[in-house]
């Protein structure tokens, strides 16, 4: 089934750039969806269809695509970023798939 | 604005069935389809499911299937996610989630709104 790899944890500085890969077969020919989950809170769309941003989701926020990786790139990194990171694809052999996520920390 | 609000935590023995449910407000409630998410501890989010609220159909996740039914009651604009043969490795935060629509009326391939989430937990 489709897998979605993305990197464990990633760690970064205030004000810094922290950049979270997403890699799977197929991404290139769908859509990337990412998610911000903080605990005890529900998933919070902040990129749909690979770079798109929903009303009310900073600027700071921003997501690519290149061949069969996906990446979400949060600038000006803030405290309150601070939280697990999923990406997620539709594929219509495995219908929703999830990454395996990435835990962003704030230093 | 859009609310879906989830029911309880709830603790089942093993072998038992749980039922959830997820209340819509701020929509039209048939106009958008409802999926069902799962997050075991320490796990990703899993798909499980998701509802035609406008229709009733239904289409589960095959690691589901068989385990997993998925219905709404259109009068009280909820969805219900009923799980059964309940297992330890069932113990999971349950979500509901809203699927995106197109402005041509299709639905999108991805969340725009989700539930704050229930916990189930079932002991070994």
């Known amino acids: 089934s489709f897998v979605l790899t993305q990197p464990p944890s990633v760690s970064v500085a205030p004000g810094k750039t922290a950049r979270i890969s997403c890699g799977g077969d197929?991404?290139?020919?769908?859509?990337v969806h990412w998610y911000q989950h903080k605990p005890g809170q529900a998933p919070l769309l902040v990129i749909y269809?690979?770079?798109d941003r929903p009303s009310g989701i900073p600027e700071r926020f921003s997501g690519s695509k290149s061949g069969n990786t996906a990446t979400l790139t949060i600038s000006r990194v803030e405290a309150g970023d601070e939280a697990d990171y999923y990406c997620?694809?539709?594929?219509?052999?495995?219908?929703?798939?999830f990454g395996t996520g990435t835990k962003v920390t704030v230093l | 604005q859009v609310h879906l609000v989830q029911s309880g935590a709830e603790v089942k023995k093993p072998g038992a069935s749980v039922k959830v449910s997820c209340e819509a407000s701020?929509?039209?409630?048939?106009?958008?389809?409802l999926h069902w998410v799962r997050q075991a501890p320490g796990q990703r989010l899993e798909w499980m499911g998701w509802?035609?609220?406008?229709?009733?159909?239904?289409k589960y996740s095959q690691n589901f299937q068989g385990r997993v039914i998925i219905t709404r009651d259109t009068s009280a604009s909820t969805a219900y996610m009923e799980l059964s043969s309940l297992r330890s490795v069932d113990t999971a935060v349950y979500y509901c989630?809203?699927?995106?629509?197109?402005?041509?009326?299709?639905?999108?391939?991805?969340?725009?709104?989700w539930g704050q989430g229930t916990l189930v937990t079932v002991p070994s």
């Open positions: 997620q694809v539709w594929d219509p052999s495995s219908d929703h798939v």
């Open positions: 701020g929509y039209t409630f048939t106009s958008y389809a």
């Open positions: 197929k991404i290139a020919e769908t859509g």
């Open positions: 509802i035609n609220t406008g229709t009733g159909n239904a």
């Open positions: 989630a809203r699927a995106a629509k197109g402005s041509s009326g299709y639905f999108l391939y991805y969340f725009d709104n």
């Open positions: 269809y690979d770079s």
